[in-house]
């Protein structure tokens, strides 16, 4: 019966994803990932330095990009100029970037840091979570979309979340639950569902545990500021 209900919520939240998606992720462009090199200037200066933080709306350390998903940039990437997440300064980069642009970027993003012949992530977390975070994990049913180790996501237009900040995983989980504001929020009705069974404190003991595993994130700092 678990498994069966977690299929079911699975294929629930993909059929969101379809019904949402932007047009311009239904076309596939293909990106270029050295073409995506000459385009990333508005982004080295937040993404390609080690322990950068932001400090709106409050601080903490901006997500690490490289080795995520290029598809799960792109679908960021449109929410963001679809204003579905509010940031004004990514919204800004975002409005600036055509559908290639973004293909491009992501393409570069997903290959950056990322090395040849790596052993590849076990399928379960090697560090145990806490009784509260494995009960807090099972309630938000977290690995039914982001897949093994919380690194493999059942589908590519989702992010891996294993090892990415934790603090900037609760900012982003708390922006779900964030209604009827203008600078801050994201709208999204699964992501939004399910923040909102949580108070802060459990968000924030689920992003603690989550962004303590190994995963394939990271920051890989340009050499301007190395």
Do not use: W
């Amino acid at each position: 019966m678990n498994k069966l209900l977690t299929t079911m919520f699975a294929f629930a939240v993909a059929s969101v994803t379809a019904v949402y998606a932007p047009s311009s992720l239904a076309q596939e462009i293909k990106g270029d990932a050295k073409a995506g090199e000459k385009k990333i200037a508005m982004c080295i200066g937040c993404h390609g330095i080690v322990g950068y933080q932001a400090s709106f709306p409050e601080v903490y350390k901006v997500p690490k990009i490289s080795g995520q998903g290029a598809k799960y940039i792109v679908a960021a990437l449109n929410a963001y100029k679809a204003g579905e997440r509010k940031h004004p300064t990514m919204r800004g980069i975002a409005d600036s970037l055509s559908d290639q642009d973004m293909a491009d970027v992501a393409a570069y993003y997903s290959a950056n840091g990322v090395v040849e012949g790596a052993a590849a992530l076990p399928a379960k977390p090697a560090r145990e979570p806490s009784a509260q975070q494995a009960e807090l994990l099972k309630k938000g049913n977290c690995v039914s979309c982001h897949g093994d180790n919380f690194a493999k996501p059942i589908d590519p237009a989702y992010p891996k979340i294993a090892g990415q900040h934790a603090d900037y995983l609760f900012v982003a989980l708390k922006a779900y639950k964030t209604e009827n504001n203008a600078q801050v929020g994201r709208s999204n009705g699964v992501m939004g569902g399910i923040a909102k069974q949580f108070s802060n404190a459990e968000l924030k003991a689920l992003a603690g545990y989550v962004g303590a595993l190994e995963g394939d994130l990271k920051v890989v700092p340009e050499a301007r500021f190395r």
